[in-house]
């Protein structure tokens, strides 16, 4: 995931806003879902405890319903995503009549019982995308329609996730994903407060879900392992007072995000990842010399990037290194 900043703190106080990652509000990243129901026939059931028991810990609540006619309009309002084991026919004839708006309506994604497909139905970035994503763990192919997705582009929810922020004008990332498919929205623009803003119906605001989180800067030689990774990063936490669970993200830069251990111990701790560009990074560079500087002209980017991504914009630790693989600075 790649996400230029230039000079985003929240725009207000997040430690009020509960539940701004479920889709179920319109103050949504429309991104992440929590609270899911599998809908099933009695003769699928083998299947739906299969799904349960392979991604139920990565939500908060995974329920198991079985299906009838009315099964959907009884329960709808009541969770995040619905996944429906079915054709594809039945969850959309089941529920047309029951959507609304797409910043309030649950997602819906179908499987079949083969797990061969999860295709997102309605909501894909509410949440169906996500659930596609994970049962392509399970050997489902995810067939996800949303413009951004099948460009292999990032939306701007998958932006907003990856930074641990959420969507506040979810009318406006109509045309900021336009922008992202014609490649001309640029980085996301950081705002220091106090400050009132107004915008227009084409700016998109994100903010923060909290503003105590840490952001765990990293850089690597090519190549280095999902374990050097994870091994430094829990080093560095040990040398401050924070934990794996006040992390919002992780920063680097655009040309370390396809670094494949990064991505795989990110997705283990179940952590965004959040690429700056070269003009971000410079525009934050931190207080220890670096040689990719000399070399490249690139600053240092453990230091860069947790600067900023963090919230204050400063350093909690400064760089260090881990097996000459991996090294990692902590911002806030």
Not at 170 to 193: I, Q
Not at 292 to 312: D, N, R, T, Y
Request: with cysteine; charged share 25%; proline share 2%.
């Amino acid at each position: 995931m790649s996400s230029g900043t230039e000079n985003t703190d929240g725009t207000g106080d997040s430690s009020t806003d509960s539940g701004g990652g479920h889709c179920s509000t319109a103050d949504s990243d429309g991104e992440v879902a929590e609270e899911i129901a599998i809908i099933s026939f009695g003769r699928k059931m083998d299947t739906a405890e299969e799904i349960k028991g392979e991604i139920g810990d990565r939500y908060e609540a995974i329920d198991i319903i079985e299906y009838h006619g009315d099964v959907f309009e009884e329960h709808w309002g009541e969770y995040d995503c619905f996944i429906g084991l079915m054709a594809s026919g039945i969850a959309m004839r089941k529920t047309a009549h029951l959507l609304d708006d797409k910043w309030e309506d649950p997602a819906i994604c179908v499987v079949d019982e083969e797990l061969t497909w999860a295709i997102p139905i309605t909501g894909g970035h509410h949440g169906a995308n996500q659930v596609a994503q994970d049962l392509a763990t399970m050997g489902a192919i995810p067939a996800m329609t949303t413009a951004s997705e099948a460009a292999g582009k990032q939306g701007v929810e998958s932006r907003a996730k990856a930074m641990d922020t959420h969507v506040v004008n979810g009318d406006s990332t109509v045309k900021t994903n336009l922008a992202v498919l014609d490649e001309n929205l640029g980085p996301v623009a950081r705002l220091e407060g106090p400050k009132a803003v107004l915008v227009g119906n084409d700016v998109t605001v994100l903010k923060r879900n909290k503003n105590d989180g840490i952001v765990i800067g990293t850089g690597s030689v090519s190549g280095a392992s999902k374990g050097a990774f994870l091994a430094a990063w829990e080093e560095a936490l040990e040398q401050t007072d924070y934990g794996f669970d006040d992390v919002e993200f992780v920063g680097t830069a655009t040309r370390k995000e396809d670094e494949e251990g990064l991505l795989e111990a990110a997705q283990e701790l179940d952590l965004g990842v959040v690429a700056f560009d070269k003009e971000t990074l410079l525009a934050h560079e931190g207080p220890t010399p670096s040689k990719s500087k000399e070399l490249i002209g690139w600053p240092g980017v453990s230091e860069a990037s947790a600067i900023a991504g963090g919230a204050e914009q400063e350093l909690v630790l400064e760089k260090i290194g881990y097996e000459n693989e991996v090294t990692v600075a902590i911002g806030r």
